[in-house]
């Protein structure tokens, strides 16, 4: 069974910076991206990152966020920095299983921005 486990979501001040982390389980995986959704707006591709290690990121956070991910532990991770009040949101973990041939999702983590 294919799970996405995501971590290190909270309340921060503007400036600071969390480190995001979603554990994935039940199989290996291609493409890993994080999504995020501020309420009553859709869900945007915040980074995405290869197997291979290729990044692709939003406009509005490049710079400032960056994706990796560890293979042989399955997690990928979203540094974030320098966070400002419009990066409140649900951010979500989303990887293509090569087992099952499509997308799964996180179940979210809370980032909270403000003073």
């Known amino acids: 069974q294919v799970q996405l486990v995501e971590s290190g979501g909270g309340l921060v001040q503007p400036g600071g910076s969390l480190r995001l982390s979603c554990a994935a389980s039940?199989?290996?995986?291609?493409?890993m991206a994080w999504y995020r959704q501020a309420p009553g707006k859709q869900r945007d591709l915040v980074a995405s990152?290869?197997?291979?290690?290729?990044?692709n990121y939003a406009d509005s956070v490049k710079g400032r966020f960056t994706i990796s991910r560890d293979n042989a532990k399955n997690t990928v991770y979203l540094q974030i920095n320098s966070l400002k009040p419009e990066d409140t949101a649900v951010y979500f973990c989303n990887a293509f299983s090569k087992k099952d041939r499509r997308f799964y999702w996180g179940q979210g983590t809370q980032v909270t921005v403000s003073s």
């Open positions: 990152i290869t197997g291979g290690g290729s990044t």
């Open positions: 039940g199989s290996s995986f291609n493409a």
